[in-house]
């Protein structure tokens, strides 16, 4: 079954820690992109990567950092700089047409 | 800059009962056009979407959307609501590129 995972479905952070998400897909996709959603909000968009060894910032980059060292894989960090990480976090890989593909999320909570 | 209007917050409808949820998007050509639905801690699930050709599509589930360009609209209707369908559902526009622009939401409750 093709699709995306992501690991774990709950994290924990203490004040100071980095802590990173994982993010696999074996659609076969090369675009990437990690998504922030907080209660009654829509998506923000974190990070993309449309190929392998290639990222760039979205629209609430700061305190995250992400790498893309494979095509199935692109694992999102989130650092002791970021001061507000309590969210959902979603990973979707980017199909024909701009179709995005969601994984189940992780979600994010801080000690 | 282009954006993504979901009027309605939440709405709550009778299980039987029709639906329509609506989306204004602001670009000026043709984007391509998305509606997801999320389950309480869940990820996004592609109900429909929309490049061109017949305005109306059908997805999945039985919701079907129309695209109207005179309105710049993108509605999504179900004729018979099921208690199933109490979620949360996205509009999402692409214009082309790497960026898709998502609504805020709107959250469906379906009552007995």
């Known amino acids: 079954d093709g699709g995306i995972t992501q690991s774990p479905k709950y994290l924990f952070r203490k004040e100071g820690q980095n802590v990173t998400l994982s993010c696999e897909q074996n659609?076969?996709?090369?675009?990437m992109y990690w998504y922030r959603q907080d209660p009654g909000q829509g998506l923000r968009l974190i990070y993309y990567?449309?190929?392998?060894?290639?990222?760039q910032k979205g629209d609430i980059a700061e305190g995250y950092s992400v790498s893309r060292e494979k095509k199935e894989s692109f694992p999102l960090t989130v650092t002791s700089a970021q001061k507000n990480p309590t969210a959902f976090y979603l990973c979707?890989?980017?199909?024909?047409?701009?179709?995005?593909?969601f994984g189940p999320g992780t979600r994010l909570l801080v000690l | 800059a282009q954006s993504v209007t979901q009027p309605d917050i939440h709405i709550t409808v009778s299980e039987g009962a029709s639906l329509e949820l609506r989306c204004n998007y602001s670009?000026?050509?043709?984007?391509?056009l998305f509606w997801y639905v999320q389950s309480p801690g869940q990820g996004l699930q592609l109900l429909l979407k929309?490049?061109?050709?017949?305005?109306l599509v059908q997805g999945i589930k039985g919701f079907e959307a129309e695209f109207k360009r005179s309105q710049s609209s993108f509605n999504l209707r179900k004729p018979s609501v099921h208690w199933s369908d109490a979620a949360e559902y996205f509009c999402?526009?692409?214009?082309?590129?790497?960026?898709?622009?998502f609504g805020a939401g709107t959250r469906l409750f379906v009552k007995a």
């Open positions: 990567s449309q190929i392998v060894n290639d990222f």
């Open positions: 670009y000026g050509a043709t984007p391509y």
């Open positions: 659609l076969n996709h090369d675009a």
């Open positions: 979707a890989s980017v199909g024909s047409a701009e179709t995005q593909y």
């Open positions: 999402a526009v692409n214009t082309g590129g790497f960026k898709t622009i």
């Open positions: 929309y490049f061109s050709g017949d305005t």
